[in-house]
Nanobody, 117 residues
Framework: VRLVESGGGLVQPGASLRLSCAVS????????MTWVRQAPGKGPESVSA????????YYDYSVKGRFTISRDDAKSTVYLQMNSLRSEDTGLYYC???????????RGQGTQVTVSA
């Protein structure tokens, strides 16, 4: 199983980014997916998650209304659209198999998001 994230970068507050996570090696349509953020000096936290059939979606309160998770099963890819970025959104973002944070599950290497003026 392989998970590869992309789309991070350095942006100013208020900007937008779209993260992508391409998954291979499994039947993606059977997999729930989670985006996890690890801020500097802090532990990982689940930012958003989507159930395998898209019927359940979770957002952390800190990103609700600003971030949108979506999936494209034809492309085996999960996305995280991040709008109105804030400095506190800074961190390493990685995708993880499963619904909700579980450090035992397979994950990608991550993509760095830095929000700074």
């Amino acid at each position: 199983v392989r998970l590869v994230e992309s789309g991070g970068g350095l942006v100013q507050p208020g900007a937008s980014l779209r993260l992508s996570c391409a998954v291979s090696g499994i039947r993606f349509s059977d997999a729930s997916m989670t985006w996890v953020r690890q801020a500097p000096g802090k532990g990982p936290e689940s930012v958003s998650a989507v159930w395998r059939d898209g019927t359940r979606i979770y957002y952390d309160y800190s990103v609700k209304g600003r971030f949108t998770i979506s999936r494209d099963d034809a492309k085996s890819t999960v996305y995280l659209q991040m709008n109105s970025l804030r400095s506190e959104d800074t961190g390493l973002y990685y995708c993880q198999l499963g619904y909700g944070l579980d450090t035992r599950n397979q994950r990608g290497q991550g993509t760095q998001v830095t929000v700074s003026a």
